[in-house]
């Protein structure tokens, strides 16, 4: 029972009551237990094969569930008896352990192919905490990353005050400084703790050759064994994720190709061109983020070459450095489509900045799909996000861009959708490109993602009911004088076709809302598409509430109903928020 005061002598009270099954449920059970109070297991087998799309599913995985269901259920009745009430049934479909949305755990997809065939879990700045101007340097935001199925590292790497050393920091910020060895230590510890699968370390290098050289014992002593080093000194195609398990790879410059991070004058320009905010606590529709300021940083790739670091020889002493370089980084002078050139002896990574990505998109769309059917193609985000939030990572995978480097201690819309694509394939941070985006035509064309394709599936759907609000928040979390007035926002994130939001009603005055609700979404590009899910709380003279979220990679939706778990805006897993959900592919 909840209380909430009215004025100084008037308290409505309010009930929070189980929401019964909803009636598909209810049908369900009725034709599947052929009308009786109860479901055995070869019953709820039939059930999984026809309904849930469960074809493999045997005779001792449906006893499985029933076991687990009466053992949470009730602690004695697993003794007595080994079948399912209609309760029992709808507690087993609104289970998100029991019955969860997508595979979360299992790696399904071919890791055979070259590294350039996968999107790719990628950090930007991994070793910041906070803003991008004033927060400290450290190794926890890097093992939090890694922690999450996070594949690409990046480390700014600079001399320290007596240049004897090397500290990881943001150049020319006041952010405070990490020791190298600390992070790379942390790295080797918690590299393999989410995925097998190798981690890419991509160096921004500010190094004399001396302090390379001493970045390449650091290495090597670090990782030893672990660290994949090149037979050759330039990959003409790169290994793929089952060959590197358990690998650390250095991706960066090679020593004569680095340049300085200074303008002419040795000094670089602070002006801020645009603030760099979010909408709203929970961020702006990816649709709306906008990349229209030219980015004043340099990254290894897009550093002036107008003033080339030690020019003269370099010393022998950085040769062990090179050695180590296993992805060169690398762009070649003149336009983007010289940039793009695919060249045929060699393999390379090319890193643009948001804003180059998105005029590139413009222009020269499927050269940007067929540099990256070979080479690794990294965008990071533009250097006017002082607060780390992100950008439109769509923009990028629609291009085949492997690496969509993303502020991992931002958060809102953006980065729910970097979650969501990296749920896929058991969250092991490697993503198969779909094949329309590595085939060539017989005339070497490939995939134009300016190019409208016909509906190749419709997804349909169905919101039934949310709960467990009230065991995660507090009593007046969303209104001081009455429960919530909960609604729902379902829709696809992907090519511009296939992108639209749709919400239901809100339900008034209740903890455990029931939508029943129906939506359709025919897609052109399912296998790049995103299923978003938002909660809020209708709020008449304020601002709506916040009140969980996930994202679904569309391929990987399990068909029928469902038990979809929610975080919150820093994508943290709610304990308790899910929503009972039907998914149906036409």
């Given amino acids: 029972m909840g209380s909430y005061r009215?004025?100084?002598?008037?308290?409505?009270?309010?009930?929070?009551?189980?929401?019964?099954?909803?009636?598909?449920?209810?049908?369900?059970?009725?034709?599947?237990?052929?009308?009786?109070?109860?479901?055995?297991?070869?019953?709820?087998?039939?059930?999984?094969?026809?309904?849930?799309?469960?074809d493999g599913g045997s005779i001792s995985d449906a006893e499985k569930v029933v076991d687990q269901v009466l053992k949470t259920r009730h602690h004695l009745a697993k003794f007595t008896r080994h079948t399912l009430t209609l309760d029992d049934f709808h507690h087993y479909l609104f289970s998100s352990d029991l019955n969860p949305p997508i595979n979360y755990d299992q790696v399904h997809q071919d890791m055979t192919a070259p590294l350039s065939h996968y999107f790719i879990y990628t950090g930007h700045n991994s070793y910041l905490t906070g803003n991008q101007l004033s927060s400290d340097c450290s190794?926890?935001?890097?093992?939090?990353?890694?922690?999450?199925?996070?594949?690409?590292?990046?480390?700014?790497?600079?001399?320290?005050?007596t240049k004897n050393d090397v500290h990881v920091l943001h150049g020319r910020t006041l952010t405070t400084p990490v020791e190298l060895m600390k992070c790379l230590k942390s790295i080797k510890e918690h590299a393999f703790s989410a995925s097998p699968y190798p981690v890419v370390i991509t160096l921004e290098d500010h190094l004399t050759p001396h302090l390379q050289a001493k970045v390449a014992k650091m290495l090597a002593e670090t990782f030893g064994d672990m660290l994949f080093v090149p037979q050759c000194e330039c990959l003409q195609e790169f290994p793929s994720p089952e060959e590197l398990k358990y690998k650390i790879i250095i991706s960066t410059k090679p020593p004569k190709e680095y340049l300085k991070a200074e303008s002419k004058d040795g000094t670089r320009s602070n002006s801020v061109k645009a603030r760099d905010s979010d909408d709203d606590e929970w961020g702006k529709e990816p649709q709306d983020l906008t990349a229209d300021q030219e980015d004043e940083t340099k990254s290894d790739s897009d550093i002036s070459d107008e003033n080339e670091a030690y020019d003269n020889e370099r010393p022998l002493e950085a040769a062990d450095y090179k050695r180590l370089i296993a992805i060169h980084a690398g762009k070649p002078k003149g336009g983007l489509k010289d940039v793009l050139k695919v060249e045929p002896d060699k393999v390379r990574r090319l890193s643009l900045s948001e804003q180059t990505l998105e005029k590139a998109a413009e222009s020269h769309g499927t050269d940007l799909v067929r540099f990256t059917q070979k080479n690794i193609l990294r965008i990071y985000p533009k250097g006017t996000r002082f607060t780390s939030s992100n950008y439109k990572p769509l923009v990028g995978w629609m291009h085949g861009t492997q690496m969509v480097a993303f502020n991992m201690?931002?958060?809102?819309?953006?980065m729910w959708l970097m979650h969501g694509m990296f749920r896929s394939n058991g969250g092991c941070g490697y993503v198969k490109k779909p094949d329309l985006q590595m085939n060539v035509g017989p005339d070497g064309q490939v995939f134009n993602p300016k190019e409208t394709l016909p509906v190749k599936k419709t997804l349909k759907v169905k919101v039934y009911m949310g709960d467990g609000w009230h065991l995660?928040?507090?009593?007046?979390?969303?209104?001081?004088?009455?429960?919530?007035?909960?609604?729902?926002?379902?829709?696809?994130?992907?090519?511009?076709?296939?992108?639209?939001?749709?919400?239901?009603?809100?339900?008034?005055?209740?903890w455990t809302p029931v939508w029943e609700q129906e939506f359709t979404f025919p897609l052109t590009v399912p296998e790049l598409a995103l299923l978003r899910i938002e909660v809020h709380e209708y709020d008449m003279s304020e601002k709506d509430d916040f009140a969980g979220q996930t994202c679904l990679p569309v391929s990987?939706?399990?068909?029928?109903?469902?038990?979809?778990?929610?975080?919150?805006?820093?994508?943290?897993?709610?304990?308790?928020?899910?929503?009972?959900?039907?998914?149906d592919f036409v």
């Fill in 409 to 414: 201690q931002g958060y809102g819309r953006a």
């Fill in 556 to 583: 990987e939706l399990k068909p029928g109903i469902r038990a979809v778990p929610l975080s919150d805006r820093k994508g943290e897993m709610l304990n308790s928020v899910r929503l009972l959900m039907r998914f």
């Fill in 139 to 161: 190794d926890v935001p890097i093992i939090k990353a890694l922690k999450r199925g996070v594949r690409v590292v990046e480390l700014d790497i600079w001399p320290n005050s």
């Fill in 472 to 510: 995660d928040f507090k009593q007046t979390h969303f209104d001081l004088y009455s429960p919530p007035d909960f609604y729902c926002k379902v829709g696809i994130a992907g090519v511009p076709a296939d992108q639209i939001m749709k919400k239901t009603k809100p339900k008034e005055d209740n």
């Fill in 6 to 54: 009215m004025c100084v002598c008037f308290t409505r009270k309010f009930r929070v009551t189980e929401a019964g099954p909803p009636g598909d449920v209810k049908e369900a059970f009725n034709k599947y237990a052929e009308g009786g109070t109860h479901m055995t297991a070869e019953q709820l087998r039939r059930f999984l094969s026809e309904v849930q799309g469960d």
